[in-house]
């Protein structure tokens, strides 16, 4: 086994990534286990932490990075099955679940909401003191025990997008999609193409997608979207919100929204194509990216819209996920527009913070595969 292994550390919102070279701990401690990372997801909340957006608190300097595939290295003591029972062994491909709750607190017990445990702790979301706990890194150490993880034979490319799937499982759990149900889903990024194939997989009868980029759109597509706008094409609000309602019963709009663009104005734009009575799904802010003016009266009172937010992902949505993309029946891998080593880590964030072009292409998605 290697002595040593590299790292990327951000120095704070705003700054710089440095690469880290530090000692791996052999053997790792009872019940954490070592990974070595295959590829870990360039995913935009990481990119409205680096910009210092409001929602979640990062103690800098701080390795980033939590959607996490690797191989098994080394096991410590009591570490012998994956969360679904099934027994694990070096060399093994797992996915980590980042979230770690405490099960104890009131937000874990008497709230019955996890999510929001009042003692969690995420990877990629702490001090770079914690050592190899952020996935933009060689190695990654599950020191957290009882860190949940799933093992899969999924090629890294799909398997990296387990944590992106398992946010548009939790919250189409928590909106109930109904069988039947047209669905609208806002924001052609990865949380938007991820969301399209859970609908899909949850019983839609039609999908429609709004984004911005080409490329997506058109991968969109290959999901099996129904109608697919460009908002740089169909450029009039009004123009658009006919479109989709021509497209449902009545024209009186969608049964289901689901906003992951993550721009505040899209909030607002959802309640022009969602039928009376309909359900909106919240999934695209998980930092506080700023305000919108809604109309309480026509968006939501006399709609009768039912809006439900959702915040981050638990073991049950992660294994419901995985279930999902083991069907192999969607063109997930696609996805992957760019493999970039450490050294690129910060290209991708300024891509991604600005134009979404690198090296010339458009990223859908970006991975950081170390070697
Ligand atoms: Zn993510
Ligand atoms: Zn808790």
Redo the contacts with the bound molecule.
């Keep these: 086994m290697a002595k040593v292994g590299r790292t990327t550390v951000l120095e704070k919102a705003g700054g710089k990534f440095h690469i880290k070279e530090m000692p791996l701990p052999d053997p790792p401690g009872p019940g954490t286990l070592l990974m070595k990372v295959e590829m870990c997801?360039v995913?935009?909340?990481?990119i409205h932490m680096w910009q210092g957006h409001e929602g979640i608190v990062v103690p800098f300097p701080a390795p980033l990075g939590?959607?996490i595939v690797g191989e098994i290295v080394a096991l410590g003591e009591g570490v012998e099955n994956d969360n679904v029972g099934r027994p694990v062994k070096e060399g093994d491909r797992i996915v980590i679940i980042p979230l770690v709750t405490c099960g104890k607190c009131y937000a874990c017990t008497v709230l019955q909401e996890p999510a929001k445990c009042l003692n969690a702790l995420a990877y990629g979301h702490q001090s770079i003191e914690t050592g190899f706990t952020g996935g933009y890194s060689e190695y990654l150490h599950m020191n957290i025990p009882n860190t949940g993880f799933l093992k899969t034979d999924l090629p890294p490319e799909v398997a990296v997008s387990l944590?992106?799937t398992s946010?548009a499982v939790s919250g189409m759990k928590r909106v109930g999609v109904t069988v039947g149900d047209i669905a609208l889903v806002q924001g052609d990024g990865a949380i938007g193409l991820l969301t399209m194939m859970v609908t899909k997989e949850a019983g839609v009868s039609k999908i429609f997608i709004i984004g911005t980029q080409k490329d997506r759109l058109k991968l969109a597509e290959e999901f099996g979207s129904d109608l697919t706008i460009n908002i740089t094409e169909v450029k009039s609000l009004e123009d658009r919100v006919k479109m989709v309602k021509e497209q449902t019963r009545q024209g009186l709009g969608v049964d289901l929204i689901c906003e992951c663009a993550g721009v505040p104005v899209a909030f607002k734009e959802g309640f022009q194509y969602l039928r009376y009575g309909g359900r909106f799904c919240e999934l695209g802010h998980?930092t506080d990216t700023g305000s919108v003016e809604i109309n309480p009266s026509t968006d939501i009172c006399a709609k009768m819209a039912t809006v439900v937010g959702s915040w981050s992902s638990l073991p049950d949505d992660f294994i419901r996920a995985l279930q999902v993309l083991e069907l192999r029946k969607y063109p997930v891998g696609k996805m992957i527009t760019h493999r970039l080593p450490l050294e690129r880590l910060e290209d991708a964030f300024k891509a991604m913070a600005g134009d979404k072009i690198l090296d010339g292409k458009e990223i859908i998605k970006a991975v950081i595969a170390p070697e």
């Excluded at 995913?43 to 990481?46: E, F, L, P, Q």
């Design positions: 997801g995913c935009g909340t990481d939590h959607e944590e992106p946010i998980f």
